[in-house]
């Protein structure tokens, strides 16, 4: 989400005639979004920052800033850290980038005393509709697009709500507009985001035949001509019917690839965490999900060491996560965040047993990743490639269905189109390949 949010400023800034450099190095401002969800996101935001100032003493008009989740939850206190501040942007302001930003250059280039730091922090009605741009000059084969912000959840661990505000949907026809100009432009699979993506709209769209608006929206995109793959992240247990699990067996565009975040596989922790379901519940929904579409890759994301987690939770979660095999998945280790419900209770797990925990799990995940590759070796896998792996002359990087990462040889002819390649070897992160070239030859020479 952060991604998008930081290309979507990049493509204003563009349109306002502002150029984006390769290295921060030759940068005339630095914008830093940022990322609130553990303590250890915003303290290496906070040290980058801290660096960064140090080039005003050689610069005077070097311009810093930060955007997103640590700005809205930290405001102007971000100030007793980094007095040097320029900018102080909220998650729902980041449309506002741009004029801020001429402002304060006008002002510097005025030669007048420097502007005071730009805090600029209100919620915004509106805003989730301003993340929209893309930069028309970069073909993205694979684009995000945000079809919501912000989460009326209460789950007690998360800052979430508090950074990016309540619930909000695009109209659908602008999502739709949008997916439609990057087809145009030779995106080829789109990633819907939202805090809670099947909660979509509910409040402002009417379901149509038992059909949510998310449903809806999917085969509207579906529909799109071009676009060959549609994912979505990240979806919440609550509000996964069978609507939606249908749409894994009607919509051949809807990649076999679910990130679906589990966060413990203990009911007791569920609860505390306040989480809306039951591990039952949440494994009833896999089950439906595989029978619809067996070969489906799932991904979850689970926090080990919430307070008051016990040996026999941790061993509910572990079993969970073994019999589900998930095929890729985030861990993170509880960090207490700021005006969460779970705030009080403190962090009285030690950190050692939440490092032995995560460990558990990672080698649980391993296994399964490397056995699921494994698996893949002699088959053929449609692979859409994305552009130049990061090393190796003449190899190109592109993804499975599955959204495996492959490695191929090939040419830059091919990136942005769907191959068949042959999968020849395999780590748990990722597959080698080959060309499948039947009658193609000629064409790659
Ligand atoms: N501590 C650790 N992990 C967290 N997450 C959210 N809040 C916290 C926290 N306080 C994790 C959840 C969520 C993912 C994006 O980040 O697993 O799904
Ligand atoms: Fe945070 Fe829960 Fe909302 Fe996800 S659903 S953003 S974990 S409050």
Not at 181 to 204: D, F, K, P, S, W
């Amino acid at each position: 989400m952060n991604e998008r949010d930081s290309d979507a400023v990049a493509a204003m800034l563009r349109g306002k005639g502002y150029s984006i450099v390769e290295s921060e190095l030759d940068a005339d401002v630095v914008l830093l979004n940022t990322c609130s969800v553990r303590d250890q996101a915003e303290q290496k935001a906070i040290g980058k920052a801290g660096h960064l100032t140090k080039r005003k003493r050689k610069n005077p008009n070097f311009i810093l800033g930060v955007m997103g989740c640590m700005a809205q939850n930290r405001g102007n206190d971000l100030l007793d850290r980094l007095p040097d501040l320029d900018l102080i942007v909220g998650t729902q302001k980041f449309h506002r980038v741009p004029d801020h930003l001429d402002h304060m250059i006008a002002t510097l280039q005025g030669q007048g005393p420097r502007p005071d730091t730009i805090v600029d922090l209100e919620a915004e009605d509106g805003s989730q509709n301003t993340i929209k741009s893309h930069d028309a000059d970069k073909q993205q084969v694979s684009a995000f697009v945000s079809i919501m912000q912000g989460c009326n959840m209460k789950c007690s661990y998360c800052i979430v709500p508090k950074t990016r505000g309540a619930e909000r949907a695009r109209p659908m026809d602008e999502i739709v507009a949008e997916i439609e100009a990057l087809a145009a432009n030779g995106t080829r699979e789109v990633t819907l985001l939202g805090q809670i993506v099947n909660q979509y709209a509910v409040r402002e769209f009417p379901f149509v035949d038992k059909k949510s608006p998310f449903v809806q929206l999917l085969e509207r995109v579906h529909a799109i001509e071009g676009i060959e793959r549609i994912r979505f992240t990240s979806p919440h247990p609550v509000g996964f019917k069978d609507d939606l699990i249908e749409c894994y067996a009607r919509l051949p565009k809807l990649c076999e690839y679910l990130h679906f975040p589990m966060q413990s596989g203990s009911n007791r922790i569920l609860k505390a965490m306040r989480r809306p379901y039951t591990i039952e519940k949440f494994r009833e929904i896999i089950a439906k999900i595989r029978a619809v579409r067996p070969d489906v890759y799932i991904s979850t994301d689970v926090i080990v060491g919430f307070p008051g987690e016990t040996d026999a939770d941790f061993e509910l979660t572990r079993h969970a996560f073994d019999e589900i095999g998930f095929d890729m998945a985030y861990l993170f280790k509880y960090s207490v965040r700021p005006d969460t419900t779970a705030e009080p209770l403190g962090d009285p797990i030690p950190k050692a047993v939440k490092e032995a925990r995560n460990q558990v799990l990672l080698d649980i995940l391993g296994r399964h990743s490397l056995a699921r590759n494994e698996a893949l070796i002699d088959t053929v896998e449609e692979v859409l490639f994305e552009g130049p792996a990061k090393r190796g002359e003449g190899m190109f990087m592109g993804r499975t269905r599955g959204h495996r990462k492959v490695i191929v040889k090939a040419t830059p002819r091919l990136v942005g189109q769907l191959v068949p390649a042959r999968i020849t070897e395999a780590t748990a992160s990722t597959l080698m390949g080959e060309l499948v070239l039947e009658g193609m030859e000629s064409e790659q020479d």
